[in-house]
Nanobody
């Protein structure tokens, strides 16, 4: 069982930056791949970024590649998403999630946080 709590969301102007954090509790955090997803009302939850259990492998959605960076600290049981050059279309609720393996599909993830709102104004 893994419990996840996101923080760091907020309101930012286009071109600005935000840093999201996800704190994990429970057993064996370092054995899980960790992903970030986002969702806007009326749309399906979409993949943003994922990092492998060791941190040695990452993958990003094309829409955020070059602007967002995912990282993790297994000693502190945290995963972060650094978001730069934010655009209004990045506005969404952002969720962190844990999975056995490194996946980009929502249904592969067993554990989810409650989400944090990110709003980018134009």
């Amino acid at each position: 069982q893994v419990q996840l709590v996101e923080s760091g969301g907020g309101l930012v102007q286009a071109g600005g930056s935000l840093r999201l954090s996800c704190a994990a509790s429970g057993r064996s955090f370092s054995s899980y791949g960790m992903g970030w997803f986002r969702q806007v009302p009326g749309k399906e939850r979409e993949f943003v970024a994922v990092i492998s259990w060791s941190g040695g492998s990452t993958s990003y959605a094309d829409s955020v590649k070059g602007r967002f960076t995912i990282s993790r600290d297994n000693a502190k049981n945290t995963v972060t998403l650094q978001m730069n050059s934010l655009k209004p279309e990045d506005t969404a609720v952002y969720y962190c999630a844990a999975a056995r393996g490194t996946w980009t599909i929502v249904t592969s993830y067993a554990y989810w946080g409650q989400g944090t709102q990110v709003t980018v104004s134009s």
